[in-house]
């Protein structure tokens, strides 16, 4: 096992700031933070005050009032809210049982890292650097970098990295794109491990994430594929990477452990994954040429691999301690919302409808934002419970951020179903 370490760290963004330009900086976002974290609580506080003092929440207080349900529409509409109450409580329950698989205590198994990157630049090499950097046996590891036909120097630094690890690192170039499920299934196809790590090549790995990701598959032969813990890696350098941070909070650990406690992980994330090579060779055809609409199929790769895995009977968990940085850029941010979208296609009707009801009754936005705040508030209970800190704030705004600005995403996402531009990578 490898006792050198390397420091992984993120290429510089945009133009370098002097020392006091970065301090003055920092101090600006740290009047901010400070000003939303006392700000948004009190803001919460006097929608609450306003919307019991107007009776805006009375409905929501009689839900179990059999007395309300005069209509076949207050009866869809409670029974509805019910539904998502009970819901919530029981993946809730779910999540605090949920515990993550122990560390292997004997021989570890031959693993395959698989990073596909397209015009990725210079943070390609911090990604296979912080794989070949990893505690995890030299000759138990083999890392296959794939370049999809980049238009910049990312073979460059995929060279170089391969010039430091030559026993590790194996290298793949495509002459022209061909799209990350094209790069993922050539490397399966190359790879001679007993399991398949999958990483972006925008992320850096903690040195145990690759003992922690295959530590469930060692100890249970059904299970054919484990999702990592991916985090924001650039949290602190914007508010918006903030929100991001809490989001991923919430989507990776909440979302994934209550799944993971019935063996039934819907997506095993792109970002960080491992996959049993005997779950996933029988369906690699089938994979590869899945179409949708009568078009071949190129967006949410991993969901549908997790799919494949789901149906041939094994077990999809969670492993919340093989943690993963990602570097997220907000446009980035957006084309993850984009394909994630196209996994759930509907048109969102809450949009429309609020805004109609907005022209007849506009006290209505009065109750919906205080709903909204009320609701995110009571998801960040699972964040403040995880991570012991004050940035759950910046949730609060996500939700407010999601509904108002991200709504176009999903009837976006509908109309360019056919279109691969924003899916290449």
Same mark, same amino acid.
């Given at each position: ?182 790069? +993922? ?69 909440? +979302? ?170």
């Amino acid at each position: 096992m490898r006792t050198a370490t390397s420091t992984v760290s993120l290429p510089s963004l945009g133009k370098p700031l002097t020392n006091g330009r970065l301090a003055l900086e920092l101090k600006k976002m740290q009047w901010v933070d400070l000003g939303l974290k006392i700000l948004i609580p009190l803001l919460l506080f006097g929608l609450l005050v306003i919307s019991l003092h107007y009776g805006s929440l009375t409905s929501y207080f009689r839900l179990l009032d059999h007395h309300q349900y005069v209509s076949w529409l207050t009866v869809l509409g409670g029974g509805f809210t019910l539904s998502l109450i009970l819901f919530q409580i029981i993946r809730t329950m779910l999540w605090a049982r949920y515990k993550p698989y122990p560390l292997a205590t004997g021989p570890l198994p031959r693993i395959s890292v698989i990073i596909p990157a397209y015009n990725e630049g210079a943070m390609v090499e911090q990604a296979l650097d912080s794989v070949a950097a990893s505690n995890y046996p030299a000759d138990q590891l083999e890392i296959i970098c794939i370049d999809d036909g980049s238009k910049d120097d990312t073979w460059f630094y995929i060279n170089r990295a391969r010039q430091r690890y030559p026993q590790l690192i194996k290298a793949i170039r495509f002459p022209q794109n061909r799209g990350k499920k094209e790069g +993922l299934y050539a490397a399966f196809r190359e790879a001679t491990g007993e399991f398949y790590v999958t990483i972006d090549s925008d992320c850096v790995m903690d040195p145990d994430a690759l003992r922690q990701i295959v530590a469930p598959m060692v100890a249970d032969r059904q299970i054919g594929a484990v999702a990592g813990n991916v985090k924001v890696y650039n949290r602190h350098q914007s508010l918006f990477g903030k929100m991001l941070a809490v989001r991923f909070v919430l989507a990776f650990d909440f +979302l994934r452990a209550s799944q993971s406690r019935y063996g039934a992980v819907v997506c095993t994330p792109g970002a960080l994954s491992a996959y049993r090579g005997s779950a996933i060779r029988p369906y690699l055809e089938a994979w590869r040429h899945q179409t949708f609409l009568g078009a071949p199929c190129h967006h949410t790769e991993d969901r549908a691999l997790t799919n494949f895995i789901l149906r041939a009977g094994h077990y999809t968990v969670y492993q919340r301690t093989a943690v993963h940085h990602r570097f997220l850029p907000v446009l980035d941010f957006i084309m993850t919302q984009l394909e994630f979208s196209l996994a759930f296609i509907s048109l969102p009707l809450m949009v429309p409808v609020l805004l109609a009801s907005l022209i007849l009754q506009p006290l209505v936005i009065l109750k919906f934002c205080t709903v909204l705040g009320i609701i995110s508030l009571i998801y960040m209970i699972h964040y403040i419970w995880l991570e012991r800190d004050l940035e759950f704030v910046y949730g609060v705004i996500y939700g407010y951020f999601a509904f108002f600005l991200l709504q176009w995403i999903y009837p976006y996402a509908f109309l360019t179903v056919r279109d691969r531009r924003w899916l290449t990578r």
